[in-house]
Nanobody, 118 residues
Framework: VQLQASGGGLVQAGGSLRLSCAVS????????IGWYRQAPGKQRELVAD?????????ADADSVKGRFTISRDTAKNTVYLQMNSLKPEDTAVYYC???????????WGQGTLVTVSS
């Protein structure tokens, strides 16, 4: 499985970005695709994920609820994270992650940096 994340950048507070995670390889082995983020000096945390059945999950809902939306285009094998009303505290490196049905069970793509200026 290969994951190619893109779409990060610099945006002003209140702005929007859409991150993309292009998935290739043995996609049938994927149980879920998720977006994680890691802010400077903090641990990596789950933002949202979507299962192969299309069920979505948002972690720590208060921080992203109503602002972030995860979705997918199965024809393009791409998972998106639409981020609206961005805040400076959303600044982080965002990583695409695949939960696999076989060892090593986790696969990470490269990160994409999102910087939100105040």
């Amino acid at each position: 499985v290969q994951l190619q994340a893109s779409g990060g950048g610099l945006v002003q507070a209140g702005g929007s970005l859409r991150l993309s995670c292009a998935v290739s390889g043995s996609t049938s082995s994927i149980n879920a695709i998720g977006w994680y983020r890691q802010a400077p000096g903090k641990q990596r945390e789950l933002v949202a994920d979507i299962s192969n059945g299309g069920r979505t999950n948002y972690a720590d809902a208060d921080s992203v609820k109503g602002r972030f939306t995860i979705s997918r285009d199965t024809a393009k094998n791409t998972v998106y994270l639409q981020m609206n009303s961005l805040k400076p505290e959303d600044t982080a490196v965002y990583y695409c992650h695949a939960a696999l049905s076989y060892w090593p069970y986790n696969h990470w793509g490269q990160g994409t940096l999102v910087t939100v200026s105040s």
